[in-house]
């Protein structure tokens, strides 16, 4: 499976749009781009996935570039609450695949201030 | 109900003890997985159950063993554990493994101490 790169920490203004960057230089045609983030002292959090259009919900938006080399989650309207440790995966989606997993990379540390 | 309920929440637990950490969903999930996560480090994926049966096992330990006896549970037995097994446990769960835009519901995880 493809690897990510995520800034170790970012700052941002609350009511302000958080922009958190992933880098996943390797992905293949077949990979996803999963967004989970991790509130302190809590289990990690599904936020969204694509594979190569832009998707929103209601947490977030994620746009993903066309060579689909990189994305960007976005939090439009960030708040205290969004304070978490956001991690960026990539994984393959095969049916019945007794390899797939999802792993954590390193993730970023979002602060929203005040 | 889309909660994965996992406890206890606290255990501390002497190196010769024998301790169970306990998962439960019932989202009609039939994939659960136990991860391990060290403080300010990312999770650590153990165990993957499919259908009750174990699919995958990441080199963990024998001291730690897995079992799922049904659909909605899973559990973690412990036996002569080390200092360095302390950490948050955290149970998740999933409808199933390998679909297309499958999602991982995560416990809020058991916080473990070996002394």
Known sequence: DAKTTQPPSMDCAEGRAANLPCNHSTISGNEYVYWYRQIHSQGPQYIIHGLKNNETNEMASLIITEDRKSSTLILPHATLRDTAVYYCIVRVARTMNRDDKIIFGKGTRLHILP | ?115
């Open chain 2, 1 to 115: 109900d889309t909660e994965v309920t996992q406890t206890p929440k606290h255990l501390v637990m002497g190196m010769t003890n024998k301790k169970s950490l306990k998962c439960e969903q019932h989202m009609g999930h039939r994939a659960m997985y136990w991860y391990k996560q060290k403080a300010k480090k990312p999770p650590e994926l153990m165990f993957v159950y499919s259908y009750e049966k174990l699919s995958i096992n990441e080199s963990v330990p024998s001291r730690f063993s897995p079992e799922c006896p049904n659909s909605s549970l899973l559990n973690l037995h412990l036996h002569a554990l080390q200092p360095e097994d302390s950490a948050l446990y955290l149970c998740a769960s999933s409808q199933d493994r390998g679909r297309f835009g499958e999602k991982l519901f995560f416990g809020s995880g058991t916080q473990l101490s070996v002394l």
